[in-house]
């Protein structure tokens, strides 16, 4: 399956469409919807795919419940594939089709839609896809230009809910901020994702090492006004920051993961 990757109108990407392209949009969902399932040692249990995460699903006909596996008959691929398709052309709103989306894939999905996308949906897609998907800084189908890129051509007032702009605003015109990395690699370190708490980056540069492995705590100062947004989901007090603002960036502290 092949998707149209296409640049926004004018080549800006500050230019943005004043409405929705939902055909499109739906197009390219059930494009994705054809991609193969990928599988892993786990299949059919565990499954990579934009649409599901298990080899085996359940359809509801009339009163009976059937159980399709989608790695082994072609046949049960095709029907949960139907019925896919039939609840993509169903939604109205970009919103309700990267809800069917799975986890993993929110941004390779707005990479392919967001050419079709007005800034309200763009921004509440992305806001969406960010706050839910793991590790969104290291998504390998999207580069760290078009996440900026993204980011960029979203209004920064609706990213952020009420309460998080408000606290957004309130905060000093310069920051402290913090990242935890489980490498000194400067691809780790100027990300996008910081925090306010160093307790947070704390957590994030230990949280994957084994016993006698290294994580590493990076402090900067920012000025207020270059982020993005700031998230308190998942309490991580997270900035959003466009990594070429990031200057004097220094290491404070070096992680050891203890022995239980």
Known sequence: VQLRKCSSPGGGHHMRRKNTNMDLVRETAIALLYIDIQETPFSPTIVSHPFTNAGIAYVQTGTK????NLCQSEDDLNQWRREMKQKIQECTKPYQIIALVNKPYYLTFLKFTKTYLNSEDLT???RYAW???????QDPNMTRNELIQIFSACDKQMLMSQEDLAYYKNLPEE?????????QKKNDIKALSWTLNPDIAKFFASRFLRNGEAGYIFRTTIKKEPPFA???DANE??????PKYLKDIELIENVKRSKP
Do not use: H, W
């Open 230 to 232: 700031y998230f308190s």
């Open 175 to 183: 920051l402290t901020i913090y990242r935890g990395t489980k490498t």
């Open 65 to 68: 419940i059937k159980m399709l």
């Open 124 to 126: 509440e897609l992305m």
């Open 237 to 242: 007090s997270e900035l959003v920051i466009n």
């Open 131 to 137: 706050c839910r998907q793991e590790n969104p800084n």
